[in-house]
Nanobody
Framework: VQLQASGGGLVQAGASLKLTCVAS????????MGWFRQAPGKERELVAS????????YYEDSVKGRFTISRENAKDTVYLQMNSLKPDDTAVYYC???????????????WGRGTLVTVSS
């Protein structure tokens, strides 16, 4: 299984970025998908997730109203649209897939390699 994330970069506060994660060797449509992030000196946290079965979506409180997660099963792809970025959003963002609903406290079945998002003030 591979989860290939892309779309990170260096932006100024207030800008937008769209992260993309393409899955391979995975029955994508039957996996819960999500994005975690880990900032320097902090623990990894679940930022957003989208369920395969009921489409339920979760957002971490600090990104509600700014980030949007979506999936495109036909392309085995999950996206994270990030708007109004803040310096506190600076982190390595990881795509993840799981057969169980994704949570910060649970290790997902699969991780991607991560893409760095840096937001300057």
């Amino acid at each position: 299984v591979q989860l290939q994330a892309s779309g990170g970069g260096l932006v100024q506060a207030g800008a937008s970025l769209k992260l993309t994660c393409v899955a391979s060797k995975l029955t994508f449509k039957y996996y819960h998908m999500g994005w975690f992030r880990q900032a320097p000196g902090k623990e990894r946290e679940l930022v957003a997730s989208i369920n395969w079965n009921d489409g339920a979506i979760y957002y971490e409180d600090s990104v509600k109203g700014r980030f949007t997660i979506s999936r495109e099963n036909a392309k085995d792809t999950v996206y994270l649209q990030m708007n109004s970025l803040k310096p506190d959003d600076t982190a390595v963002y990881y795509c993840a897939a799981g057969t169980d609903e994704l949570k910060t406290t649970m290790e997902p079945a699969y991780w991607g390699r991560g893409t760095l998002v840096t937001v300057s003030s």
